[in-house]
């Protein structure tokens, strides 16, 4: 256990050696952009002038005085709101549904690591997260320009709402993304383990994803890549759901199945916690989308809109392809079109139309359906909590849906100047593949070191027995 807490501080020493190192390698830092505009010197008052001086040429005009940038009291009011439903979606939201999904023995054990790494996390972000994601850099990871938060006061200012609340934003979302990925090899994997590889997966990847899409990087309209028409992800489906649904089978992978998977039942112990947890990210996820756009205007009532009926469309979606093929519709179903649905709307929320909503919300309940079933059946992986087959594949989905359905012919917002349906497509495409190799690569090679360091995979006896008891010495329930 030392040698693990001596590792686990390794990880801040690694962001801050390696990542800052490689800013030098691709680009000059330059100065971060300053968060708030210095208070110009005031305009002097006009007076009469004679027609004379009026002639003059217009160099000799003093320059006006650029306006103060000033914080918006309504923007902040709803970003702290939806700062504080995105912790809700993962503490209790996300531990009450993955929770649900697992047997009893296994209960606290999932509970627990979603509890404890979004703390983690939430830590890392301040000591150089926030940094190396949205700071200057190069193309690929910010610098180390604001590292423990230097220089960030009560008075700065990220556009109209305070730089802090910024930063607690984005803490929110580096948080529950790894919280996410628990899901795909819950029930049989060490808790030190766990919290070491999230800690060094947000460290190498979620942070670079996040830079390269939200920062200014490789992958964002300031990138190199895109001449100026960059990827859009409005809330994360890159950054978030393809990077974490890629991690999660990656994991499944190296892990290997649990014992007894496909020979016995392993159906989920509390449906009804299930049910809690699926309605407590709903309802969060409006601060994840809306929240997304970090203003109070007519987008954040699109997305609002956007959000809610893709959702229900993906519900209605996955209980009528049940009812279909299998005779029942199960409450299960309906919790899992409802995630699928929110996955998918979120990096289209700002972009397309309401009507292309509902379309995109139906789609990604049977193509995460078929995910579910079909192909992990065929390939045969142990996803336990489906994290790929739902967030992975509808975020994917979403992503590359979200260049065709912004077209204004489908109701949406429409393309840049110049920009085509398929270059949009192509370049929606191309982020995706970027994540995909990106994630799924440096996982399996941060899966590969956190097992050789101190081992993934818990023992038999402690798998049987359940890691409630064998890694926390506690039982959810005494009966």
Not at 393 to 401: E, F
Not at 429 to 458: E, M
Request: glycine share 12%.
């Amino acid at each position: 256990m030392k040698r693990f807490l001596s590792l686990i501080t390794l990880v801040g020493m690694l962001g801050l050696g390696t990542l800052g190192a490689s800013t030098i390698g691709f680009a000059e830092d330059e100065a971060p952009a300053a968060t708030t505009t210095e208070a110009a010197p005031a305009a002097a008052p006009a007076e009469a002038a004679p027609a004379a001086e009026a002639a003059a040429p217009a160099e000799a005009a003093p320059a006006a005085a650029a306006e103060e940038p000033k914080m918006d009291t309504g923007s902040t009011a709803w970003m702290i709101t939806a700062t504080v439903l995105v912790v809700m979606m993962a503490v209790p939201g996300l531990a009450l549904f993955y929770g649900g999904l697992v047997r009893t023995k296994n209960m606290l054990s999932v509970g627990m690591q979603v509890f404890v790494a979004f703390s983690l996390i939430s830590v890392l972000w301040a000591v150089y997260g926030y940094s190396m994601a949205f700071s200057e850099g190069n193309a690929i990871v910010g610098g180390l320009s604001k590292a423990f938060l230097a220089g960030v006061t009560p008075d700065s200012l990220s556009g109209v709402i305070p730089e802090y609340v910024f930063i607690t934003f984005q803490l929110t979302f580096a948080a529950i993304t790894p919280a996410l990925i628990i899901g795909g090899f819950s029930e049989r994997t060490k808790f030190p383990a766990v919290l070491l590889f999230l800690a060094l997966w947000v460290t190498f990847v979620y942070i670079p994803i996040a830079h390269m899409v939200w920062g200014g990087g490789l992958l964002s309209d300031a990138g190199p890549l895109f001449n100026g028409h960059g990827a859009k992800d409005f809330a994360g489906g890159t950054v978030v759901h393809i990077n974490a649904g890629i991690a999660a089978l990656v994991g499944a992978l190296v892990i290997g199945k649990r014992i007894g998977y496909g020979k016995e039942a392993m159906p989920p112990h509390n449906l009804v916690m299930t049910l809690i947890g699926a309605s407590l990210l709903w309802v969060g996820w409006f601060g994840f989308n809306v929240g997304s756009e970090l203003a109070v205007d007519g987008v954040a009532g699109l997305v609002l809109i956007n959000t809610q009926l893709a959702t229900g469309a993906a519900v209605v979606g996955w209980v009528f392809a049940e009812w279909l093929f299998k005779g029942k519709p199960s409450m299960l179903g309906a919790a899992s079109g409802a995630i699928a649905g929110l996955v998918a709307i979120t990096p289209a929320c700002g972009f397309i139309g309401p009507m292309g909503s509902i379309i995109l919300g139906f789609l990604a309940s049977f193509i995460s359906l078929w995910a579910v079933t079909k192909l992990k059946n065929a390939l045969g992986y142990d996803d336990s909590l489906d994290v790929f087959g739902v967030h992975g594949i509808a975020g994917i989905l979403g992503a590359i849906a979200t260049g065709a359905l912004m077209s204004a012919d489908f109701g949406g917002v429409g393309y840049a100047e110049g920009v085509t349906m398929s270059q949009q497509v192509t370049t929606q495409a191309i982020a995706v593949g970027i994540t995909v190799v990106w994630t799924g690569v440096i996982s399996y090679i941060l899966f590969k070191i956190v097992d050789i360091v101190i081992g993934l995979r818990a023992s038999e006896e402690s798998e049987r027995e359940g890691l409630d008891t064998t890694e926390h010495g506690e039982r959810a329930y005494h009966y």
